[in-house]
């Protein structure tokens, strides 16, 4: 028990970074921007629906004792219910959910760069893309070699960073917009609100805010070097979702009330934001 609780090195801030690095992005604001006030309506539903019960059964098993043998995570947990040939299913397809999410945050970092520094080939030349995804790619996956130590500093940073103040800063830009007399592009009136579920396309486009709050289970495998894991990750998982449907609410809202949607783009949407904003 005593080497245990030496291994365990992740703070309830360094466990909730790594968690919320894999939830929150704020390169999914402008593709929630292009369902104008839905978007309001399809991250509420999503929450209550989706993101919720899966950080309740999350925490559950994740508490449960002799689930986190051999590294813990969706592995054990579906492996102890199901079999270990369902678990490597589970462990596998988040695998490639999260190998696909990473390639997408990669092409909104290229995409973000390539308007700051005025290089419209790192976001349109696939040739270039290509070579800086896998640079990005590397530099990050070399930067794991030091341990979960150095993993929970670079998320504390990244969320700091990339998440928590590029948002805090927009939303007040936003409030100053307003104040100061700013045009709002969408309009706020109930129709506008609730989207119209009698057509396919409607459904189709809440799957994408589903996918949005799709990962907040993957952080279980760490789970073992959480200090008091009963009660710090049960408490991360519901900050976390609180957090998120805020955060996307009411980033999503700020790039859809000022880029017209003509001149959206889904990978400098963003910066574009920032852009008006400031002009």
């Not at 070399?142 to 805090?168: C, D, N, R, V, W």
Request: charged share 10%.
């Amino acid at each position: 028990m005593s080497a245990l609780q030496n291994k365990r090195t992740l703070t309830m801030w360094g466990f909730f970074s790594i968690t919320a690095a894999m939830v929150l992005t704020v390169y999914e604001y402008p593709t929630f921007a292009t369902s104008k006030l839905h978007l309001v309506f399809f991250l509420i539903l999503g929450g209550i629906f989706w993101f919720i019960p899966v950080a309740l059964y999350a925490a559950e098993m994740a508490t449960v004792k002799g689930w986190n043998d051999n590294g813990g995570g969706e592995f054990s947990w579906v492996s102890h219910t199901l079999g270990q040939r369902f678990g490597f299913a589970a462990i596998f397809f988040q695998w490639f959910q999260i190998t696909v999410n990473f390639c997408t945050m990669i092409y909104f970092i290229l995409g973000a760069l390539s308007f700051v520094v005025s290089w419209p080939a790192l976001a349109s030349n696939p040739w270039v893309k290509f070579l800086g995804v896998l640079i990005v790619f590397w530099l990050v996956t070399f930067s794991q070699l030091g341990g979960t130590k150095y993993t929970q500093k670079i998320a504390k940073f990244g969320f700091m960073i990339g998440i928590l103040i590029p948002s805090a800063i927009l939303f007040i830009l936003a409030i100053w917009y307003l104040c100061s007399g700013g045009k709002l592009l969408i309009s706020f009136t109930p129709h506008a609100f609730i989207p119209d579920f009698t057509k396919v396309t409607t459904l189709v486009v809440f799957v994408s805010f589903i996918l949005a709050y799709m990962g907040g289970e993957a952080s279980a495998s760490y789970i073992n070097e959480l200090k008091n894991p009963n009660r710090n990750y049960p408490l991360v998982m519901f900050i976390l979702v609180i957090l998120a449907i805020c955060l996307d609410t009411l980033g999503g809202l700020t790039v859809a009330s000022v880029i017209p949607q003509k001149e959206l783009s889904l990978s400098a949407g963003v910066v574009q934001a920032f852009n008006y904003l400031f002009i």
